[in-house]
DNA sequence: CTCGTTGCTGAAACTCGTTATAAGAATCTC
DNA sequence: GAGATTCTTATAACGAGTTTCAGCAACGAG
């Protein structure tokens, strides 16, 4: 849907500076990338082997590793261009400060629940503790970002002057993790995941607030609140079985 | 499938009504978590292989598959007797409904800080995404005993009516859940994680809370806060600097 | 005691991620 | 263009988790 087959997307800087060393290497980089995500969507997670990537490739087994390092740093490095996100947040115009968080949240689920096959891929990949990567994860940009949201939010008033804007990130953040954890496990049916981190983030941001700011916050704890029993109501239901699908 | 469901299999209380062949397999099951216990202990997480393992416990190399399905299952059953946990806290008396929800988190935390090894692998299990084994750990008594604290402070007017319980308590395990990860995979120093606890729970809770709460509770964030700078600047500090308590 | 059942053993095999190694091709340097 | 460097390739191998299967010992019931 966006840009699958983009090698372009990738490099920023100086075109005409790569060797051409370093542009068969950025093309092979390219040619692995693009091979692992056809293969993530079409047979999800398990489908991944490092031979058949290779083999869809074109590459010998053991180019991917001197490329990349691992398997997991390969799914990783599929995160890297998220900045579809940033496009659709810059688009949007909102007076409200808090507002502007629970828009950044809504976005950014959205986007994951709309590829559900390669984003639990990598977001398994997230919560792999078997090697040291995290620091491909922890981006600054990323980080930088929703501290700016947070920064722009204390600035209007909304946050408590006294409030650490690191650790209200940070706790916010746990809340958005687990959320996407629970997600990929199925716990979380994929309507609830919005909801659900909209509950949080209420919740925590109504701990954080000034006194002025708690009417609305509240309200969204509440709305948070009504639209996951409303699911759970809906799923409770057993013989409402109409989804008959033809075709 | 064949047994799999054995509640009480590790409980060497009432070997009398066990036949003798689910007593042989109650004591294989045993032989095999101790033995895992043991090997993780010693090597730590990577030095847990089933093949050491099988030969630790004097069990052939399938054995552990038939008796729990699979390594994760053998690690996982390990978290099921921190039973150590409620017996430390109904020792524990507290008026206050908020303290005790901080006292158990802060029992808890203390159990796994003090064994390092092993519950880091333990809790690396419980992030596995890779099978479906998350009903094991979804404990029904762990949530029934958070879900009751919750249920205590709600009686007792701390939090607020129109506050979803369940949820609340999903929020705060999140925060929870995460903090461990963090520390798992060492983002979260061993010192920062009561601290980041106290104050994610804190923060959630003061905005689930009735409006006299609000004060005890938005002292306790500023106390996370506190101590959490107090680490990083301790940390920050080179060490040549004399480290020693200078008074 | 006898017979059928249960389930462990031992060994092999399979898949997967990862690494090692030798050979060879492409690229950079002069 | 010749040599040196760098990287890919092909293949084998290792260790891991997991499965399979024949053989056999222990167990439960009659």
Redesign the interface.
């Known amino acids: 849907m966006t840009q699958a087959d983009d090698p372009a997307a990738q490099d920023e800087a100086g075109p005409a500076s790569l060797s051409r060393r370093e542009a068969g290497k950025a093309e092979r980089r390219a040619r692995i990338i693009h091979a692992a995500r056809e293969l993530i969507r079409e047979t999800g997670n398990a489908g991944l082997s490092m031979r058949v990537l290779a083999a869809r490739a074109g590459v010998s087994l053991a180019t991917p590793y001197n490329l990349f390092g691992s398997k997991r740093a390969i799914v990783l490095a599929l995160l890297q261009d998220v900045r579809d996100f940033h496009d659709r947040f810059a688009h949007l115009r909102a007076t409200d400060p808090l507002e502007r968080i629970f828009t950044a949240v809504d976005i950014q689920i959205e986007i994951y629940l709309a590829d559900p096959k390669l984003y639990k891929t990598m977001w ?1 990949a997230v ?1 792999d ?2 090697d ?1 990567l ?1 620091a491909t994860l ?1 981006n600054p940009r990323r980080d930088a970002f929703w501290r700016g949201l947070i920064a722009e939010a204390a600035e209007a008033g909304a946050v408590a002057a ?3 804007q690191d ?2 990130q ?2 916010l ?3 958005f ?3 996407m ?1 629970d997600w ?4 979380l049916p994929p309507d609830a995941v919005a909801p ?1 981190a909209r ?2 983030y ?7 607030c000034t006194p002025e700011w708690r009417g609305p ?1 509240h309200a969204r ?2 709305e ?2 009504a639209r ?2 409303t699911l759970q109501a809906v799923r409770a239901m057993p013989l409402r079985r109409g989804d008959g699908k033809s075709g």
Chains 1, 2 share one sequence.
């Open positions: 398994a919560f503790t078997s040291d995290r922890w006294e409030i650490s650790w209200l940070r706790q953040d746990h809340v993790r687990c959320i954890l990929v496990v199925g716990i659900a509950h949080g209420a919740l925590i941001l109504k701990g954080a916050l704890v509440l948070g609140q996951l029993e």
